[in-house]
């Protein structure tokens, strides 16, 4: 009896042990509602329909929901089984944590002190990238100098790639380019070619933008004083489209509490005066239309909006939080994208322009072309197909509406005459 009872006693002991909670065996749910759940689940499995179970039952699916929704960030209760002691020593820990969180906090903004002091020291180098690109100055002999010391490197990294075999350009053809180049003036189109280098900014730029893009004259990053953020300003020459001098996009930062990182909280656009009959945000559709009673055409011109690299411009406002339509997605995935080019202008194009005039940025990036689609630029634009047919239907509703207002207006023996 003593023999079995202790064997009892400790086959209890493992049963229980394997029964105490921890990470591992803790269940997500509670017993009800595991029972209820595992019983749809099993009634579903026998039938055949598993999505039936739950669907079939909307009491069970929105007790599911509301449960899921519940245990987001929720303990599994493990912790809450630790002796008291143990718990203190997390709480601790978690103190600690809290610490090292407003440690995060303060790098981060000493970081981003630091992206604004040393943007001070890079402006003389853009003023002067600015200045040889516009041809408002040559460069020095001693600059020259430098240069050709990068391009013969850059040759020999060539020529070694290529296995020995030559590349770049014969001395004799430069010779020739020579006398045309001295009517050159700078560097031109330098941003336009820059930004159709970037794939992503490509797919905004239009036929008619690169017209206007041709006068773009330099973009210039501003760090913000009275709070963390940037401003891209995009300066532009005398042109026929547009009377801005200058066309900004000012990004704000928040603060995430957490990790402390910096992260984009909204965006201001600046307003575009186009010049009438070269706005390139919209374009009149014209169409002929005749009249079915009395066979008299009109012309009816229709403005609708286009697509454009100008619209990166826009002030684009975050829909609600708890907005869930499809337009209100569609609106964050603008934002999203907008967010994705303002960082690479930031961090990538403004600093190393030349290098995306050239197409090299490509290569260190690791861009391939043909990797892209038409296509993942969509959701910048707006789809207004619908806006036509709808237009076709209103001249049919007018013409309608015009043959009954006649019929209504004349006598019947009029209407042969």
């Not at 656009?269 to 009438?276: M, N, Q, R, Y």
């Not at 939080?321 to 995935?333: F, G, K, T, V």
Request: aromatic share 8%; net charge negative.
């Amino acid at each position: 009896m003593a023999d079995n009872k202790g064997v009892d006693i400790k086959t209890d002991e493992n049963k229980a042990a394997a029964e105490a909670p921890t990470p591992q065996n803790t269940p997500i749910f509670t017993a009800p509602m595991a029972a209820a759940a595992a019983a749809a689940a099993a009634s579903a499995i026998a039938g055949g329909d598993i999505e039936g179970g739950v669907a079939g039952n909307p009491a069970l699916l929105n007790m599911l929901q509301g449960r899921l929704g519940s245990l987001i960030g929720a303990s599994s209760g493990y912790v809450e089984t630790l002796p008291r002691a143990v718990r203190e020593r997390v709480d601790v820990l978690k103190h600690l944590q809290q610490q090292h969180a407003e440690i995060d906090k303060r790098l981060h903004m000493e970081i981003y002190e630091l992206e604004k002091k040393y943007s001070q020291q890079y402006a003389p180098l853009y003023e002067r990238r600015n200045a040889i690109v516009q041809g408002a100055a040559e460069p020095t002999e001693q600059e020259k100098a430098a240069a050709a010391e990068i391009a013969a490197k850059e040759k020999e990294e060539a020529d070694a790639a290529a296995d020995g075999e030559a590349s770049g350009i014969k001395e004799e053809e430069d010779e020739e380019e020579d006398e045309e180049a001295e009517a050159v003036t700078g560097i031109p189109e330098f941003w336009l070619t820059a930004l159709k280098n970037h794939p992503s900014l490509a797919e905004l730029i239009t036929e008619r933008d690169e017209e206007a893009l041709k006068f773009l004259r330099d973009i210039r990053l501003v760090y913000l004083d009275e709070t963390p953020g940037f401003r891209l300003e995009f300066s532009f020459g005398t042109n026929p489209f547009f009377s801005n001098e200058t066309l900004t996009k000012t990004y704000v930062y928040d603060q995430d509490e957490l990790a402390g990182a910096l992260e984009f909280s909204h965006a201001q656009g600046s307003e575009i005066d186009w010049k009438a009959e070269n706005d390139l945000s919209v374009t009149v559709e014209t169409k002929k239309q005749r009249h079915k009673t009395t066979n008299r055409t009109r012309v009816v011109r229709k403005t609708v909006p286009a697509q454009t690299f100008f619209s990166f411009f826009a002030t684009v406002e975050e829909p609600d939080s708890d907005d869930e339509s499809e337009a209100a997605e569609e609106i964050r995935d603008r934002i999203t994208l907008d967010y994705e080019l303002a960082d690479d202008l930031k961090e990538k194009i403004v600093p190393n322009a030349v290098d995306w005039f050239t197409g090299k940025a490509l290569e260190y990036e690791g861009i391939d072309e043909e990797d892209y689609e038409d296509e993942f630029m969509d959701d910048y634009y707006e789809d207004d197909d619908d806006d036509d047919a709808s237009d076709d239907d209103d001249d049919d509703d007018e013409d309608q509406l015009s043959r009954s207002a006649k019929e209504a207006a004349e006598p019947p023996q009029c209407k042969n005459q």
